[in-house]
């Protein structure tokens, strides 16, 4: 029995040990050959919150992508091991957790002020904390899905400080992009013979017709709205707990934050659809849209691009995606970015 209680003791000391041990893990970002190279992940003070950042690219002269992330509230600085090694080759690429978001996701913060406002001055002030520290006049702004809503307003605020606008899994009008999801899953359980779920989805439609709810993301993974060639990579705990960038800690910030900011923000989206706030843009845009993508509808993205006032506008199909043709098809994605700004 002493034995049993000393060794059910040491047992108990170690996963103590453990879990402390993953909780507050160091970080880190891996090291890229070449002698002009970067790779950096750190923590930067912008507009008085401290927001995560990671810089990395093979060679530092080269033009710099400032990648705003989805969500609301989901980081892909974890991402970027698996889907962003060609794009270092030719680009220096740059992620940030957004305020209240992942590694920026601090407990004790007052975040009762949280808006698309606040992080579009964020995001303008953190390109100009990377122009500066990167010697560039200007970068190439990215933003993927919730991240074009607040990428766009940036870039019509300050075009100056953008070399071009990209938004991939573009945000249009938010009820015509949700009633499409919505159609496209009814379609899809009728074809698979789920009658519950047809049922159930068809039960939503007053609501997102009228703006009172999103179409449930859980039923667009499922029916392969999210992501076709790929697992959906959000929300992927694991993953990122196995990731150098984030630690146990880390991915708790993720998750807490991506609930609070969802809360916070989503339904600015469906009051003040992009569509309503953003109608001109005055530096080249391209649209970067999966065929299959349901988070935020191909068909909706083009009745905004149609509207939207450009001087130079381009919409890109990516025939095999849904909502992430830059990681679904990333030969792809690396060969049109590599052309269209080399």
Not at 23 to 46: H, Y
Not at 124 to 153: C, F, N, P, W
């Amino acid at each position: 029995m002493r034995k049993l209680k000393k060794t059910l003791k040491i047992i108990g000391v170690t996963l103590i040990a453990l879990l402390i041990t993953a909780l507050i893990f160091p970080t880190w970002t891996s090291s890229i050959k070449g002698e002009n190279s970067i790779s950096i992940l750190e923590q930067v003070e912008i507009n008085g919150s401290k927001q995560e950042m990671m810089i990395r690219g093979k060679d530092k002269d080269n033009p710099v992508i400032l990648f705003v992330h989805g969500g609301p509230g989901a980081p892909e600085i974890t991402y970027a091991d698996t889907y962003q090694d060609l794009l270092e080759t030719r680009f220096t690429v740059v992620h940030y957790d957004q305020r209240a978001s992942g590694k920026s996701y601090h407990f004790f913060e007052d975040y009762a002020d949280l808006s698309s406002e606040v992080l579009v001055n964020d995001l303008l002030a953190i390109t100009d904390y990377v122009s500066e520290r990167l010697g560039k006049e200007k970068v190439i702004l990215m933003g993927h899905s919730y991240g074009t809503y607040i990428a766009a307003q940036a870039d019509q605020k300050a075009p100056e400080k953008y070399e071009a606008y990209v938004g991939i899994g573009q945000m249009g009008d938010t009820v015509t992009s949700e009633m499409d999801s919505l159609t496209y899953l009814i379609s899809q359980a009728q074809q698979a013979g789920n009658a519950e779920d047809v049922v159930y989805l068809k039960g939503l439609t007053d609501k997102i017709k009228k703006g009172e709810m999103f179409t449930p993301r859980n039923y667009v993974i499922q029916y392969g709205g999210a992501s076709r060639l790929i697992d959906s990579p959000d929300g992927d705990s694991l993953g990122m707990l196995l990731s150098s960038e984030y630690n146990l800690l880390d991915v708790i910030r993720y998750n807490v934050g991506i609930s609070f900011s969802q809360k916070v923000l989503l339904q600015e989206v469906i009051e003040h659809p992009l569509t309503t706030l953003v109608m001109k843009l005055e530096i080249p845009c391209y649209f970067i849209m999966g065929d299959y993508d349901y988070m935020t509808s191909s068909h909706a993205a083009k009745e905004f691009f149609d509207k939207l006032e450009a001087d130079q506008k381009e919409f890109i199909a990516f025939d095999q995606s849904a909502h992430y043709p830059q990681f679904e098809e990333k030969e792809k994605f690396f060969e049109w970015a590599s052309e269209t700004f080399h």
